[in-house]
């Protein structure tokens, strides 16, 4: 099974350009304030535009007042809105009703520890686990999927790189694990904030692989 592909964090036509030249099916534009990554959400826009319906155009948001989340995602452009924080189901589902599509981020931790009911409530259309500090290049322990594994297909993040992607979603395939996609910002960068044409080329490729 072909996986998905999410180039994130990208700021620069050269890059956004480069993921999409790669194969990459979406590419997502940080839109909570004050990270390395972050962009405004005119600059957004003009990239999202350049990609047109090439790919999905992603918006991230970080424990952001839906008000704010849905005024930014309109203004930037992009078709899915990614809530990476402690947003609540309700907000899951004003979003949506907004006409995104929304990918819920959680740090795999916490995901196994909400329970059935809890996870349920959500009706996300993707589900993103990740480490628990997004964006720090960290991968996180694996027995927090198997121990209570989506019920859904799901996304996979945190510390993913060239070099190991295929062998974290080879392994958690192996053990089950219905993985669907990778999604990767922080391991496509020459330094911090910079993301580097030749490491989204050998993303893409691994991933694929």
Do not use: Y
Not at 90 to 119: L, N, S, W, Y
């Amino acid at each position: 099974m072909s996986i998905w592909v999410k180039i994130c964090g990208l700021s620069t036509p050269t890059t956004v350009e480069a993921a999409v030249r790669a194969g990459a099916d979406a590419v997502g534009f940080v839109l909570a304030p004050g990270g390395p990554r972050t962009v405004d959400a005119q600059t957004a826009r003009d990239l999202a535009a350049s990609v047109g319906d090439r790919v999905e155009t992603v918006g991230v948001f970080r424990d952001q007042p839906t008000e704010e989340v849905l005024e930014l995602a309109r203004t930037a452009g992009v078709s899915t809105v990614q809530l990476h924080g402690s947003e609540s189901p309700a907000d899951v589902a004003a979003v949506r009703a907004a006409g995104f599509r929304v990918i819920r981020a959680v740090d795999a931790a916490a995901h196994a520890d909400e329970g059935d009911e809890r996870r349920a409530a959500f009706r996300e259309d993707a589900l993103l686990l990740d480490a628990a500090v997004p964006g720090a290049g960290a991968v996180f322990d694996v027995a927090h999927v198997l121990a209570a594994p989506p019920r859904g297909d799901w996304l996979l993040a945190g510390g993913l790189t060239p070099a190991n992607v295929a062998g974290r979603v080879a392994a958690l395939r192996a053990a089950g694990a219905r993985v669907v996609g990778v999604d990767v910002s922080s391991g496509v960068e020459s330094s911090r904030g910079v993301k580097s044409v030749e490491l989204i080329d050998a993303f893409v490729a691994a991933a694929r692989r």
